[in-house]
């Protein structure tokens, strides 16, 4: 008995090769995308505002949390760490004059009180910084 001879697939199955390629480029593209969007060290939600305005990314972030916790840049610090590298940063900035003190951008949460975020600011103001920014988030009004 002589059974028929199938046509190889070979042919057939490298037209699958590109779609796999692309597939796994896409894949590493949104593990990299993933990975450079910035976390907050703790969860902070901001208060609502009723006006919008963009914000300059320049400057360091604060983070003010519940129970007056506090990180800078993605660093959770206590109040005298977070004065020594603010101190230390604008020092180092002093030497360059081309550059101008970038503002000092606070992210306060909701539940921090008004006595967290004033000793904050007087913290700010003791380290040398001259420019602070208070962000929040647009309300639906």
């Known amino acids: 008995m002589h059974l028929p001879e199938f046509p190889q697939r070979e042919a057939d199955e490298n037209h699958l090769i590109p779609l796999i390629n692309i597939v796994f480029l896409l894949l590493i593209f949104f593990m990299v995308a993933g990975a450079l969007s910035s976390q907050d060290v703790f969860d902070v939600e901001a208060p609502d505002s009723s006006i919008e305005e963009e914000v300059n990314d320049e ?7 519940e129970g007056g916790r506090l990180a800078l840049e993605n660093e959770e610090l206590d109040s005298e760490a977070l004065k020594a590298r603010l101190v230390e940063a604008l020092e180092e900035r002093e030497g360059d004059e081309t550059s101008s003190q970038p503002a000092v951008r606070i992210k306060a949460d909701q539940a921090a009180t008004t006595e967290e975020l ?3 600011m007087e913290l700010l103001r003791d380290a040398g910084v001259e420019k602070v920014m208070l962000l929040t988030v647009l309300g639906n009004h």
């Open 59 to 65: 400057g360091w972030l604060v983070l003010l949390g």
């Open 118 to 120: 004033l000793d904050l």
